[in-house]
């Protein structure tokens, strides 16, 4: 008996030795998490977004994932100006947390324990060209309202009001028939004021393989061909990008949402994670928004490129490459930063930073079906393609889903073939070609105060007639 209460004793010590070592082990990581995660929002709220430390502060660090929300405050930033890189640390015994910018995209976040050699000066600015006309520039853009656009001030207004649609906004900006009617920001908020799309990035995702598309590049019916998938017997080979901008791939993940720690904060390459999850249903056949599907999408498409790129090398002309940022000059979206990872995927599911002009520019891409400035930079069809819900649909949701792009052809008083970018915290895009009308709205709203855009949008519409 003596024997096993000894055996029970040390068997039970061992158990509870495990679970404190386990327990430490996650509050490092949780705690390496807030550091990435904090010196990622410092690093690109400061240097792609023109704002203060004290406004990323109040603003981009309030309202923010449970897990690390206590932690964040506790951290200490260390901001190096001249060679532009954010330092958090996390932990005595380990190199800080490190984000590093860099003009063409922005903030990179450098995985747990790298303590490589700095970037170096920045010595090259990017071109904004604001002296240009709207919308390549942003000169008299303000100066083109049309009459009656009073109504759009009035609703615009109630959108800084809590109590009228929710959320915190910082911006508002109503185009119509190519022209700003109403732009309102938030205090210490203008025009060139960038913040984080959140999941409107996906839009912006669909919107860049649209253009490899246009480029004869990528073909979104065609399996994705990603190197990880090519065993023989795994299932997963026959995925499409289609399936993947429609949210219907089939695999499960971490977590479904908008929600993919491992990337956002822990400085893992979506590369390394994305690819990793099992199938779990039949692609095509199920509807799960979840973040790694874009990220696929893009793997894929910039995967595409390189091959056609191998197989036909200088046949190609200069422009035909996956290049966010070289898109976005054709647009004037000049102060929009696609951010990557730490080895240069792009993370479109999320990590871009824009201001609310840009977000229009966007906008007006569509409205356009895809022509700019006399060059059609995305299919005839990808306007109709993206709005299309031809895939399987959200059962809990007001809003339908294209292919990367939400719905709104649900809802009463908006005319049918609104569609729509949404993103965390309250950032909307919204697209209603039949009323050459964009909206945008950007917010810091939390997850117990949202933004009612499906409202916001009914009395935008309403102030047209």
């Given at each position: 008996?003596?024997?096993?209460?000894?055996?029970?004793?040390?068997?039970?010590?061992?158990?509870?030795?495990?679970?404190?070592?386990?327990?430490?082990?996650?509050?490092?990581?949780?705690?390496?998490?807030?550091?990435?995660?904090?010196?990622?929002?410092?690093?690109?709220?400061?240097?792609?977004?023109?704002?203060?430390?004290?406004?990323?502060?109040?603003?981009?660090?309030?309202?923010?994932?449970?897990?690390?929300?206590?932690?964040?405050?506790?951290?200490?930033?260390?901001?190096?100006?001249?060679?532009?890189?954010?330092?958090?640390?996390?932990?005595?015994?380990?190199?800080?947390?490190?984000?590093?910018?860099?003009?063409?995209?922005?903030?990179?976040?450098?995985?747990?324990?790298?303590?490589?050699?700095?970037?170096?000066?920045?010595?090259?600015?990017?071109?904004?060209?604001?002296?240009?006309?709207?919308?390549?520039?942003?000169?008299?853009?303000?100066?083109?309202?049309?009459?009656?656009?009073?109504?759009?001030?009035?609703?615009?207004?109630?959108?800084?009001?809590?109590?009228?649609?929710?959320?915190?906004?910082?911006?508002?900006?109503?185009?119509?028939?190519?022209?700003?009617?109403?732009?309102?920001?938030?205090?210490?908020?203008?025009?060139?004021?960038?913040?984080?799309?959140?999941?409107?990035?996906?839009?912006?995702?669909?919107?860049?393989?649209?253009?490899?598309?246009?480029?004869?590049?990528?073909?979104?019916?065609?399996?994705?061909?990603?190197?990880?998938w090519q065993a023989f017997g795994d299932p997963?080979?026959?995925?499409?990008?289609?399936?993947?901008?429609?949210?219907?791939?089939?695999?499960?993940?971490?977590?479904?949402?908008?929600?993919?720690?491992?990337?956002?904060?822990?400085?893992?390459?979506?590369?390394?994670?994305?690819?990793?999850?099992?199938?779990?249903?039949?692609?095509?056949?199920?509807?799960?928004?979840?973040?790694?599907?874009?990220?696929?999408?893009?793997?894929?498409?910039?995967?595409?490129?390189?091959?056609?790129?191998?197989?036909?090398?200088?046949?190609?002309?200069?422009?035909?490459?996956?290049?966010?940022?070289?898109?976005?000059?054709?647009?004037?979206?000049?102060?929009?930063?696609?951010?990557?990872?730490?080895?240069?995927?792009?993370?479109?599911?999320?990590?871009?930073w824009t201001t609310a002009r840009d977000l229009?520019?966007?906008?007006?891409?569509?409205?356009?079906?895809?022509?700019?400035?006399?060059?059609?930079?995305?299919?005839?069809?990808?306007?109709?393609?993206?709005?299309?819900?031809?895939?399987?649909?959200?059962?809990d949701r007001n809003f339908g889903y294209g292919?990367?792009?939400?719905?709104?052809?649900?809802?009463?008083?908006?005319?049918?073939?609104?569609?729509?970018?949404?993103?965390?915290?309250?950032?909307?895009?919204?697209?209603?070609?039949?009323?050459?009308?964009?909206?945008?709205?950007?917010?810091?709203?939390?997850?117990?105060?949202?933004?009612?855009?499906?409202?916001?949008?009914?009395?935008?519409?309403?102030?047209?007639?």
């Amino acid at each position: 008996m003596l024997k096993k209460l000894v055996s029970i004793c040390v068997i039970g010590g061992l158990f509870s030795g495990s679970a404190l070592a386990q327990d430490a082990e996650s509050v490092r990581y949780e705690r390496a998490l807030a550091a990435g995660y904090k010196a990622q929002f410092i690093c690109s709220g400061l240097w792609n977004g023109g704002k203060s430390v004290a406004d990323i502060k109040a603003d981009e660090l309030t309202g923010i994932y449970d897990r690390i929300a206590d932690i964040v405050p506790t951290l200490v930033e260390e901001v190096d100006e001249n060679e532009r890189q954010v330092r958090v640390r996390f932990a005595e015994d380990a190199p800080p947390r490190a984000a590093i910018w860099n003009r063409m995209t922005g903030c990179t976040a450098m995985p747990i324990g790298f303590g490589g050699v700095k970037a170096g000066p920045q010595t090259k600015r990017r071109e904004f060209h604001d002296e240009r006309p709207w919308p390549m520039g942003d000169q008299d853009a303000a100066a083109q309202k049309s009459a009656g656009s009073s109504g759009f001030e009035m609703v615009a207004g109630r959108a800084f009001d809590p109590q009228a649609f929710g959320g915190k906004t910082s911006a508002i900006l109503i185009v119509q028939n190519g022209k700003i009617q109403t732009e309102k920001y938030k205090d210490g908020h203008d025009l060139h004021t960038g913040q984080r799309t959140w999941s409107v990035a996906k839009s912006i995702a669909g919107t860049l393989i649209g253009h490899s598309v246009q480029q004869g590049m990528v073909d979104v019916n065609a399996r994705t061909g990603l190197s990880q998938w090519q065993a023989f017997g795994d299932p997963r080979q026959f995925i499409t990008i289609d399936n993947l901008m429609r949210m219907a791939s089939g695999l499960t993940s971490d977590t479904a949402g908008n929600r993919t720690d491992a990337i956002y904060m822990g400085g893992t390459s979506a590369s390394e994670q994305a690819p990793i999850w099992p199938l779990l249903y039949q692609p095509g056949t199920r509807f799960r928004y979840a973040n790694n599907d874009i990220l696929l999408a893009v793997l894929a498409a910039q995967a595409g490129h390189l091959d056609k790129q191998s197989r036909l090398g200088h046949d190609l002309p200069a422009d035909h490459g996956f290049d966010p940022f070289a898109f976005f000059q054709k647009l004037g979206m000049t102060r929009t930063y696609a951010e990557t990872d730490w080895q240069d995927n792009y993370i479109l599911s999320s990590q871009v930073w824009t201001t609310a002009r840009d977000l229009g520019r966007l906008g007006m891409l569509y409205l356009d079906n895809g022509m700019w400035n006399g060059e059609r930079l995305l299919p005839e069809n990808w306007r109709e393609y993206v709005s299309t819900p031809s895939g399987p649909q959200p059962e809990d949701r007001n809003f339908g889903y294209g292919a990367t792009f939400w719905l709104m052809n649900q809802s009463e008083g908006i005319p049918k073939d609104a569609f729509a970018g949404f993103g965390n915290r309250g950032q909307y895009l919204v697209i209603i070609p039949s009323l050459d009308l964009v909206v945008v709205r950007r917010g810091y709203d939390s997850a117990e105060d949202r933004f009612d855009v499906e409202a916001f949008t009914k009395e935008i519409v309403a102030a047209i007639n």
